[in-house]
Protein backbone atom coordinates (compact mmCIF):
# COMPACT_ATOMS: atom_id res chain seq x y z
CA UNK A 1 0.00 0.00 0.00
CA UNK A 2 1.66 3.09 -0.90
CA UNK A 3 1.44 6.98 0.34
CA UNK A 4 -1.82 8.23 -1.15
CA UNK A 5 -1.02 10.95 -3.65
CA UNK A 6 -4.32 12.90 -4.76
CA UNK A 7 -4.47 13.00 -8.93
CA UNK A 8 -3.91 16.56 -10.94
CA UNK A 9 -5.62 17.28 -14.43
CA UNK A 10 -1.91 18.71 -15.14
CA UNK A 11 1.42 19.72 -13.92
CA UNK A 12 3.44 22.92 -15.93
CA UNK A 13 6.77 22.74 -15.03
CA UNK A 14 8.39 26.57 -15.59
CA UNK A 15 11.75 26.25 -16.03
CA UNK A 16 13.45 29.35 -14.22
CA UNK A 17 16.91 28.06 -14.60
CA UNK A 18 19.38 25.64 -16.43
CA UNK A 19 22.45 24.97 -18.24
CA UNK A 20 20.86 25.92 -21.75
CA UNK A 21 18.73 28.37 -23.57
CA UNK A 22 18.20 29.19 -27.69
CA UNK A 23 15.61 31.74 -28.35
CA UNK A 24 15.10 30.90 -31.13
CA UNK A 25 14.15 26.93 -31.52
CA UNK A 26 10.34 27.41 -32.76
CA UNK A 27 9.33 24.17 -31.77
CA UNK A 28 6.24 24.91 -29.82
CA UNK A 29 3.95 22.35 -29.11
CA UNK A 30 1.17 21.12 -26.83
CA UNK A 31 3.74 20.25 -24.47
CA UNK A 32 6.27 22.35 -25.10
CA UNK A 33 6.50 26.24 -24.67
CA UNK A 34 9.57 28.35 -25.15
CA UNK A 35 10.04 31.54 -23.94
CA UNK A 36 10.44 34.24 -26.50
CA UNK A 37 12.59 37.32 -26.69
CA UNK A 38 10.02 40.11 -26.88
CA UNK A 39 9.80 42.96 -24.76
CA UNK A 40 6.99 45.52 -26.66
CA UNK A 41 7.45 43.56 -29.69
CA UNK A 42 11.21 44.24 -29.84
CA UNK A 43 13.67 41.81 -29.45
CA UNK A 44 15.35 42.51 -26.74
CA UNK A 45 14.32 40.12 -23.74
CA UNK A 46 17.20 37.80 -22.52
CA UNK A 47 16.68 34.65 -20.54
CA UNK A 48 19.69 33.77 -18.31
CA UNK A 49 21.68 30.10 -18.57
CA UNK A 50 23.31 29.12 -15.75
CA UNK A 51 25.08 25.99 -13.86
CA UNK A 52 21.80 25.32 -11.60
CA UNK A 53 17.90 24.57 -11.52
CA UNK A 54 14.88 26.44 -10.30
CA UNK A 55 11.39 25.56 -11.60
CA UNK A 56 8.22 26.63 -10.56
CA UNK A 57 5.33 24.01 -10.46
CA UNK A 58 2.02 24.28 -11.13
CA UNK A 59 -0.68 21.69 -10.79
CA UNK A 60 -4.27 22.21 -11.46
CA UNK A 61 -6.76 20.18 -9.12
CA UNK A 62 -10.18 20.42 -10.13
CA UNK A 63 -9.90 23.61 -12.05
CA UNK A 64 -7.65 25.61 -9.41
CA UNK A 65 -4.35 26.25 -9.56
CA UNK A 66 -1.97 25.30 -6.58
CA UNK A 67 2.20 25.90 -6.91
CA UNK A 68 5.14 25.38 -5.71
CA UNK A 69 9.28 26.37 -6.37
CA UNK A 70 11.37 23.34 -6.76
CA UNK A 71 15.08 24.91 -6.08
CA UNK A 72 16.39 28.19 -6.60
CA UNK A 73 19.21 28.28 -8.92
CA UNK A 74 23.35 28.92 -8.55
CA UNK A 75 23.65 32.50 -8.58
CA UNK A 76 21.85 35.09 -6.07
CA UNK A 77 20.05 36.70 -8.59
CA UNK A 78 20.03 34.36 -12.28
CA UNK A 79 16.57 32.91 -11.36
CA UNK A 80 14.67 35.72 -9.87
CA UNK A 81 16.46 37.87 -13.56
CA UNK A 82 14.69 35.28 -15.22
CA UNK A 83 11.75 35.13 -13.29
CA UNK A 84 10.92 39.25 -14.27
CA UNK A 85 11.80 38.49 -17.62
CA UNK A 86 9.53 35.92 -18.00
CA UNK A 87 6.50 38.03 -15.82
CA UNK A 88 6.01 35.18 -13.41
CA UNK A 89 4.22 36.32 -10.18
CA UNK A 90 6.28 34.76 -7.74
CA UNK A 91 3.45 35.49 -5.05
CA UNK A 92 1.08 32.31 -6.10
CA UNK A 93 3.92 29.85 -4.41
CA UNK A 94 2.10 27.97 -1.58
CA UNK A 95 5.27 26.13 -0.52
CA UNK A 96 9.39 25.22 -1.05
CA UNK A 97 11.31 21.82 -1.57
CA UNK A 98 15.34 21.81 -1.99
CA UNK A 99 16.39 18.79 -3.50
CA UNK A 100 19.90 18.67 -2.02
CA UNK A 101 22.62 20.94 -0.43
CA UNK A 102 24.58 22.08 -3.53
CA UNK A 103 24.81 25.82 -3.94
CA UNK A 104 23.48 25.27 -7.60
CA UNK A 105 20.30 24.80 -5.99
CA UNK A 106 20.32 26.89 -3.48
CA UNK A 107 22.26 29.97 -4.48
CA UNK A 108 19.38 32.09 -4.97
CA UNK A 109 16.99 31.26 -2.57
CA UNK A 110 17.05 34.60 -0.49
CA UNK A 111 16.14 36.48 -3.67
CA UNK A 112 13.49 34.12 -4.81
CA UNK A 113 12.16 34.20 -1.38
CA UNK A 114 11.97 38.03 -1.10
CA UNK A 115 9.70 37.74 -4.46
CA UNK A 116 7.61 35.60 -3.06
CA UNK A 117 6.69 37.90 -0.17
CA UNK A 118 5.42 34.94 2.37
CA UNK A 119 7.45 35.43 5.83
CA UNK A 120 7.38 31.58 7.16
CA UNK A 121 6.94 30.32 3.74
CA UNK A 122 8.11 26.23 4.31
CA UNK A 123 10.11 24.30 2.70
CA UNK A 124 10.96 20.90 2.51
CA UNK A 125 14.23 19.34 2.70
CA UNK A 126 16.46 16.39 3.84
CA UNK A 127 18.10 16.98 7.14
CA UNK A 128 21.53 16.00 5.84
CA UNK A 129 20.71 18.58 3.14
CA UNK A 130 23.31 20.74 6.25
CA UNK A 131 26.46 18.69 6.32
CA UNK A 132 29.04 21.45 6.19
CA UNK A 133 31.86 21.43 5.43
CA UNK A 134 31.72 19.83 1.72
CA UNK A 135 34.16 19.69 -1.00
CA UNK A 136 35.60 17.88 -3.51
CA UNK A 137 38.79 16.01 -3.11
CA UNK A 138 41.45 16.28 -6.07
CA UNK A 139 44.19 15.20 -4.07
CA UNK A 140 44.70 15.45 0.38
CA UNK A 141 45.74 18.70 -0.29
CA UNK A 142 43.78 20.23 -3.02
CA UNK A 143 39.97 20.43 -2.11
CA UNK A 144 37.27 22.42 -3.50
CA UNK A 145 34.73 23.43 -1.39
CA UNK A 146 31.41 24.08 -1.54
CA UNK A 147 29.66 27.24 0.17
CA UNK A 148 27.75 26.05 3.23
CA UNK A 149 23.66 26.12 3.57
CA UNK A 150 22.88 26.33 6.94
CA UNK A 151 19.61 26.03 9.00
CA UNK A 152 20.42 30.27 10.38
CA UNK A 153 20.63 31.40 6.59
CA UNK A 154 17.27 29.65 5.50
CA UNK A 155 15.34 31.12 9.04
CA UNK A 156 16.81 34.62 8.42
CA UNK A 157 15.67 34.81 5.05
CA UNK A 158 12.14 34.09 6.59
CA UNK A 159 11.53 30.40 5.65
CA UNK A 160 10.59 27.73 7.96
CA UNK A 161 12.36 24.25 7.43
CA UNK A 162 10.82 21.18 7.03
CA UNK A 163 13.10 18.15 7.65
CA UNK A 164 11.88 15.21 6.23
CA UNK A 165 13.47 12.21 5.88
CA UNK A 166 10.76 10.16 5.22
CA UNK A 167 7.92 10.84 2.01
CA UNK A 168 6.28 14.22 2.78
CA UNK A 169 3.19 15.55 1.21
CA UNK A 170 3.02 18.74 -0.02
CA UNK A 171 -0.49 20.92 -1.43
CA UNK A 172 -2.51 18.68 0.93
CA UNK A 173 -1.15 15.69 -0.70
CA UNK A 174 -1.07 16.46 -4.82
CA UNK A 175 2.99 16.82 -4.35
CA UNK A 176 5.21 14.08 -2.34
CA UNK A 177 8.68 14.88 -1.42
CA UNK A 178 10.56 11.77 -1.76
CA UNK A 179 12.40 11.72 1.36
CA UNK A 180 15.59 9.78 1.67
CA UNK A 181 16.35 7.64 -1.50
CA UNK A 182 17.61 4.24 -1.12
CA UNK A 183 20.20 2.87 -2.87
CA UNK A 184 19.20 0.43 -4.85
CA UNK A 185 20.45 -0.50 -8.60
CA UNK A 186 24.21 -1.81 -8.84
CA UNK A 187 25.09 0.94 -11.34
CA UNK A 188 24.47 4.17 -9.46
CA UNK A 189 27.12 4.55 -7.29
CA UNK A 190 27.51 8.15 -7.03
CA UNK A 191 30.53 10.34 -7.27
CA UNK A 192 34.02 9.14 -5.83
CA UNK A 193 35.58 12.49 -5.07
CA UNK A 194 32.70 13.86 -2.88
CA UNK A 195 33.79 14.05 0.88
CA UNK A 196 32.54 16.30 3.83
CA UNK A 197 33.59 16.67 7.24
CA UNK A 198 31.97 15.28 10.84
CA UNK A 199 33.35 15.99 13.89
CA UNK A 200 36.37 16.87 12.68
CA UNK A 201 36.51 13.33 10.69
CA UNK A 202 36.83 12.93 6.66
CA UNK A 203 33.75 11.13 5.04
CA UNK A 204 32.69 10.17 2.09
CA UNK A 205 29.98 11.86 0.74
CA UNK A 206 27.10 9.59 -0.11
CA UNK A 207 24.66 12.89 -1.00
CA UNK A 208 21.86 11.03 1.08
CA UNK A 209 20.20 14.86 0.83
CA UNK A 210 19.23 13.84 -2.20
CA UNK A 211 15.77 14.17 -3.35
CA UNK A 212 12.92 14.67 -5.83
CA UNK A 213 9.16 15.45 -6.09
CA UNK A 214 6.41 13.25 -7.84
CA UNK A 215 3.00 14.10 -8.95
CA UNK A 216 0.41 11.44 -10.25
CA UNK A 217 -1.34 13.16 -13.33
CA UNK A 218 -4.85 11.48 -13.89
CA UNK A 219 -5.12 8.84 -16.18
CA UNK A 220 -1.08 9.36 -17.35
CA UNK A 221 1.20 8.36 -13.95
CA UNK A 222 3.91 9.75 -12.12
CA UNK A 223 5.54 12.66 -12.80
CA UNK A 224 9.24 12.80 -11.30
CA UNK A 225 11.27 15.83 -11.15
CA UNK A 226 14.80 15.67 -9.63
CA UNK A 227 17.71 18.28 -9.22
CA UNK A 228 20.61 16.21 -9.61
CA UNK A 229 19.54 12.59 -8.93
CA UNK A 230 22.59 11.70 -7.13
CA UNK A 231 20.96 9.13 -5.25
CA UNK A 232 20.75 7.97 -8.93
CA UNK A 233 17.96 8.42 -11.58
CA UNK A 234 16.63 5.02 -11.91
CA UNK A 235 16.56 4.95 -7.95
CA UNK A 236 14.84 8.37 -7.44
CA UNK A 237 11.91 7.08 -10.30
CA UNK A 238 11.39 3.34 -8.78
CA UNK A 239 11.52 4.87 -5.39
CA UNK A 240 8.15 6.77 -6.38
CA UNK A 241 6.96 4.43 -7.61
CA UNK A 242 7.05 1.81 -4.64
CA UNK A 243 5.87 4.87 -2.44
CA UNK A 244 3.14 6.14 -4.23
CA UNK A 245 2.12 2.72 -5.29
CA UNK A 246 1.87 3.96 -9.00
CA UNK A 247 3.69 2.09 -11.66
CA UNK A 248 2.67 3.88 -14.36
CA UNK A 249 5.34 6.70 -15.21
CA UNK A 250 4.63 10.04 -17.49
CA UNK A 251 7.35 12.02 -17.50
CA UNK A 252 10.88 11.79 -15.63
CA UNK A 253 12.85 15.61 -16.14
CA UNK A 254 15.64 16.82 -14.17
CA UNK A 255 19.24 16.76 -14.09
CA UNK A 256 20.66 13.12 -14.02
CA UNK A 257 24.04 13.44 -13.13
CA UNK A 258 25.91 11.47 -15.99
CA UNK A 259 28.27 13.77 -16.89
CA UNK A 260 32.01 13.49 -15.96
CA UNK A 261 33.93 10.36 -16.23
CA UNK A 262 33.28 8.87 -13.36
CA UNK A 263 29.59 8.95 -14.46
CA UNK A 264 29.59 8.07 -18.02
CA UNK A 265 29.57 4.87 -17.38
CA UNK A 266 26.55 4.72 -16.18
CA UNK A 267 25.06 6.40 -19.28
CA UNK A 268 23.95 3.15 -21.08
CA UNK A 269 22.78 1.73 -18.10
CA UNK A 270 20.32 4.23 -17.08
CA UNK A 271 19.06 4.20 -20.62
CA UNK A 272 18.32 0.54 -20.50
CA UNK A 273 16.19 0.99 -17.35
CA UNK A 274 14.43 3.88 -19.09
CA UNK A 275 13.50 1.79 -21.54
CA UNK A 276 12.26 -0.60 -19.33
CA UNK A 277 10.23 2.05 -16.97
CA UNK A 278 8.64 2.93 -20.27
CA UNK A 279 7.92 7.12 -19.51
CA UNK A 280 5.82 9.11 -22.33
CA UNK A 281 8.72 11.92 -21.68
CA UNK A 282 12.42 11.74 -20.66
CA UNK A 283 13.66 15.44 -19.90
CA UNK A 284 17.23 15.95 -18.78
CA UNK A 285 18.25 18.80 -17.42
CA UNK A 286 21.35 20.65 -15.70
CA UNK A 287 23.57 18.25 -14.42
CA UNK A 288 23.00 15.22 -17.18
CA UNK A 289 25.67 16.20 -19.20
CA UNK A 290 26.44 16.45 -23.43
CA UNK A 291 27.48 13.29 -23.83
CA UNK A 292 23.91 11.58 -22.10
CA UNK A 293 21.84 13.87 -23.39
CA UNK A 294 22.89 12.94 -26.74
CA UNK A 295 22.35 9.39 -26.17
CA UNK A 296 18.95 9.78 -24.51
CA UNK A 297 17.81 11.48 -27.58
CA UNK A 298 19.97 8.90 -30.10
CA UNK A 299 17.99 5.94 -28.14
CA UNK A 300 14.80 7.21 -27.10
CA UNK A 301 14.06 10.23 -30.12
CA UNK A 302 10.11 9.99 -29.89
CA UNK A 303 10.03 10.46 -26.04
CA UNK A 304 13.25 13.28 -25.43
CA UNK A 305 12.68 16.54 -24.46
CA UNK A 306 15.27 19.41 -24.60
CA UNK A 307 14.48 21.44 -21.90
CA UNK A 308 15.85 25.24 -21.55
CA UNK A 309 15.64 27.76 -19.17
CA UNK A 310 12.14 29.60 -19.81
CA UNK A 311 10.47 26.57 -21.34
CA UNK A 312 7.35 26.03 -20.20
CA UNK A 313 5.99 22.40 -20.28
CA UNK A 314 2.84 21.05 -19.48
CA UNK A 315 2.25 17.40 -18.51
CA UNK A 316 -1.79 16.90 -19.14
CA UNK A 317 -4.56 13.85 -18.77
Request: proline share 4%; net charge negative.
Amino acid sequence: MGIPINEVEKVDILTLQDNYVDLTAGDNSDVIQRAVPLKDMEIRNSILAEHGFSAVVTLTIGGENRRLLFDFGFSEQGAAFNADALGVDLSSIEVLALSHGHFDHSGGMKAMVRKIGKPGIEMAVHPQVFRNPRYIKITDDFKIKFPALTREDISAAGVKIVEAKDPYPLLDGAVLFLGEIPRKTDFEKGIPSMYYQEDGNEKWDDLIDDTAIAVHVKGKGLVVLSGCAHSGIINTVKHAQKISGIDKVFAVMGGFHLTGQNMEPVIDKTIGSFKEMNPSYIVPTHCTGRKAILSIEKEMPDRFILNMAGTRLTFAA
